[in-house]
Structures are given as C-alpha cells and as structure tokens.
C-alpha cells in the first residue's frame, strides 16, 4: 500500500467517525442533572450530602438498632430524574446502599451510608513518636515512655472516630504525671477516657541504631523512620543509645527482641564487620550475646546482618559476599514498583502483605539508597538455596530476581527456628525513608514485613 494511499484511508475514516459521533450525539437527551437535593430517614433523620464525593450520610444516634428497615420519608432529586429508591420506601441500611439516579440519558451513582454516633479514640501518640496502647472495655489508655522523657510537657496526637470530638484537644500540651481524662463526643455519643504514662523501666523490645546517636532525633533518616515505627507499633518498646547499652543502664531483664537498624558502610567479613562496629556492637558484645544466650531475639538490618556471625549463629562465622550502598541521601528515584520474589510464598513473613507477590515494598518516586548486604548466588553453586541452608545452618525467607539471598533466618541460640532467633533484612527493597516524596501504594509492606519477623521471633 503506498503513502498516498494510506492518508486517504486515514482521511475517511475520520470523517466517518465524526459523522456517527455527531449522529449519536444529536439522540442522546444530557440537558437534565442527577444531583441529590435532600434525604431525610423515618421521619428525623436528615441525610448529609457530599455533592463532591457522591455520598449521603445519615447519622443516627449511638444505641439505635433499625437500620435494617428505615423509611424513605424524604427523597428530592433533581427535576425530571429517577431514582431506584422511591420516596416512602422501607430500605434495608445495614450496608451503604447504592442510590442510582438517571435523567434522560445521564446517569450517576450515590452511596447513601447510615452511621451509629460513635465517641472513640482510634490513636494516641505521644511527641509524634511513643504509641499508646487503648483499652476499649475499661476506656484505658496507657503510654509506656522512655525516662528520659519529661512527662508533664507531653504533646499528644490524638485520632478519633468519624465526626467526634475530643476535650482537651489533639496538640494541646499536658502533664501526665498524673492520669489526664479525655472526654470525647459525636451527638448522642460520649465516652470519658483515662490516660496514664508510664516511664519504662524493663523495655520488651529495643532499637539499636548509629554509633553516635544519643537520641532519637540524632539517628539518620533512615533509622529515625525505623525506629519511630517501632514505637508506635511495638508496645512497650524504646529506643537505647549504645551508651545507655555500654553503661548497664537500661534494664533487659524483660526485653524479648534487640533491632539493630544501621545505615551504615556494609561489609563483606567478620573483620571488616569489627572494624566498623568498633565502639558499637563488638564494646557491647558480652551485653548482647547474653540477651542471644538467654532466649532473647534478634532484628539485624543493613549494615548489621553479619553481626549474627559475631554472635555465632551462622556456621563458620560466615558472611554476606555481595554488599554495596550506605548514603542516607538516598541515590536512585525509581520509576515504578520495586520487588522480589519470596523463598515460601506461605512463609509467616508474608502474612497481610499488600500487592501479592512477587513481594513489593518501594513506590514510584521513591528514592532509594539501595543499602544491600546479600549473599551473591556463585558462593553456594548458582542460586541451590538447600545448598546454602546447609552451608550456613540458616534458613532462606527471600532473594533477588539473580539468585541472590537476601533475606534470611537464623536460629535462636538453643538451635531451633523461631522464638528467640534472627531475621536479616539485607535486601536493598528493605527501605524506610525517601527523601523524594512519592505516592504510597506498597510501602507498608516493610512494616508489614517488620512487624511479621517479631512476631515470630518473640511468640
């Protein structure tokens, strides 16, 4: 076909179009609206409408049981429109009901929705960091904070349920050396809340991080958005400088799991994993080898993974042979979801996770540091996983789309896989801060992951 040939195919075809659009056009009836002007439920309830969102709430008070069949006693919808609900119909509100409302050939779909009143604090976080824990039966909320922290200048950042209101207010400065109640309200609805803080004596779990930081504000970025998960998520848990450890000042007497997070220089053996941890986890070492010995867990990522040779729990103090990466400026933006296949698609650590597998934890946007200690696939004959369990007495969790190990367990001290072992999250899709910003889609898999390792090691 030539190319004087192919234009004017191209030319015909859009006259043609043009003209069946224009025809189509001239039957369709869109001069009309589909908008919902007023709802009102048995008589009294009158609906809110969100024109933008398409939704009609209904609120209904806190002890109110008929959803399940509510009169239509008030349904204005725009002149000349329809409506599958009719005004003075009994409609079953157990569910949000779609309201599909159509007007000559125009049609848009509404959610009407019936809520209960509800006064309930969802959240309690303390200094934008410490996550108190809520107990609904008593209406008891209890903050477990470092001794470091001064509790009467305390601002707590609180979540409520939909429409309520809290007295004193979310942001609002208080002294928690006593208990401080929190009345909160939604119309009918009133529940008074008892808040208690804590300072922790006996941690159940720990965050280990750089060398250097004495607090939380002083761990890099991508420590400091490590740790401040596992303070919201991790009950009764705190952070611990490695002072603090040196110094016998923190009390382990009850402390089930150690995370050391470290964004620092990987290396590639037990020597050079020394001479970087120098001041660190080898001044520690007695200190942590005992917690290991007594049945005490373990979370090693980044840089820290080979510290589990150093405490001997890899056969022949063996370690990661393929490792790269450190700056917490972040390096590569990605172009879209960054993931990686799972040993055991049924294993514990995949448990909730977003996405399905393969396993995706970094966002388009996200700007990754691309942090890896790994186990590169030539050292246990070209990706033989069984090969590897047996060369390191480990167990496989995770690994690259080469082969490569990237994620693994090691066995508690006693031998046995489980409570009072170790997980190593080596893989650079192993990340938690971005300094680019980013759309969140997968993300939460890596808390998700986290908080799966804990609760496996700790039972």
């Known amino acids: 076909m030539n190319s004087k040939y192919k234009i004017l195919c191209v030319a015909l075809l859009g006259m043609l179009a043009t003209a069946c659009n ?37 609120k209904v008070p806190v002890d109110f049981t008929g959803k399940s069949a509510m009169t239509v006693s008030t349904l204005k919808i725009s002149d000349g429109a329809k409506a599958n609900i009719a005004q003075g119909d009994k409609v079953n509100f157990e569910a949000p009901k779609n309201l599909h409302i159509t007007n000559g050939d125009l049609y848009l779909d509404w959610t009407v929705r019936v809520k209960n009143d509800e006064a309930r604090i969802v959240s309690f976080i303390i200094n934008k960091t410490y996550k108190a824990s ?15 922290v001064d509790i ?39 529940e008074v809340y008892t808040v208690i803080v804590e300072q922790i ?15 939380i504000e002083e761990l890099c970025g991508e420590e400091r958005e490590a740790c401040t998960w596992m303070l919201q998520n991790i009950d009764n848990s705190m952070f611990v400088s490695w002072e603090e450890l040196r110094n016998n000042t923190v009390n382990l007497s009850e402390c089930e799991l150690i995370w050391w997070h470290w964004q620092g220089q990987p290396t590639e053996s037990l020597g050079d994993f020394e001479s ?28 820290a993974v080979n510290f589990a040779a150093k405490l001997g729990a890899v056969k022949d103090q063996l370690c990661c042979n393929n490792c790269w990466g450190a700056s917490d400026d972040g390096g590569e933006i990605i172009g879209g979801p960054w993931d990686f296949p799972a040993r055991d698609e049924s294993s514990y650590l995949w448990e909730g996770i977003i996405g399905g597998f393969p396993v995706k ?10 942090c890896v200690s790994q186990w590169g696939k030539w050292m246990f004959k070209d990706g033989d996983f069984n090969y590897w369990e047996e060369l390191t007495g480990c167990k496989v969790l995770a690994h690259g789309w080469d082969q490569a190990v990237t994620m693994w367990e090691c066995p508690a001290y006693n031998g046995s896989f489980g409570k009072g072992g170790i997980v ?31 609760k496996h090691l700790t039972n």
């Open 22 to 58: 224009k025809s189509n056009l001239s039957d369709l009836n869109v001069s009309g609206d589909c908008s919902v002007e007023a709802v009102t439920l048995d008589d009294k309830y009158e609906g809110i409408i969100d024109a933008k969102g398409r939704t009609v709430k209904v």
């Open 134 to 148: 809520i107990d609904e039966a008593t209406k008891t909320i209890v903050a477990k904070l470092p001794a470091s």
């Open 152 to 190: 009467t200048n305390i601002i707590p950042t609180i979540q409520l349920s939909e429409d309520a209101t809290v007295s004193p207010k979310s942001g609002v400065m208080q002294n928690f050396s006593e208990p401080v109640k929190y009345t909160v309200t939604d119309n009918t609805a009133t």
């Open 201 to 215: 004596t006996a941690p159940s779990a720990i965050f280990l991080g750089s060398k250097n930081a004495g607090k």
């Open 276 to 303: 970087a941890a120098n001041g660190t986890a080898i001044a520690c070492l007695n200190t942590l080898l005992d917690h290991y010995k007594k049945g005490g867990a373990f979370i090693l990522s980044r840089a």
């Open 361 to 370: 934890t970094l966002d388009a946007g996200y700007q990754i540091s691309n």
């Open 424 to 454: 190593c999250f080596g893989s650079g899709c192993y990340d938690w801060y971005s300094p680019n910003p980013y759309t969140e889609n997968f993300h939460k898999n890596v808390g998700i992951i986290t908080g799966n390792a804990i």
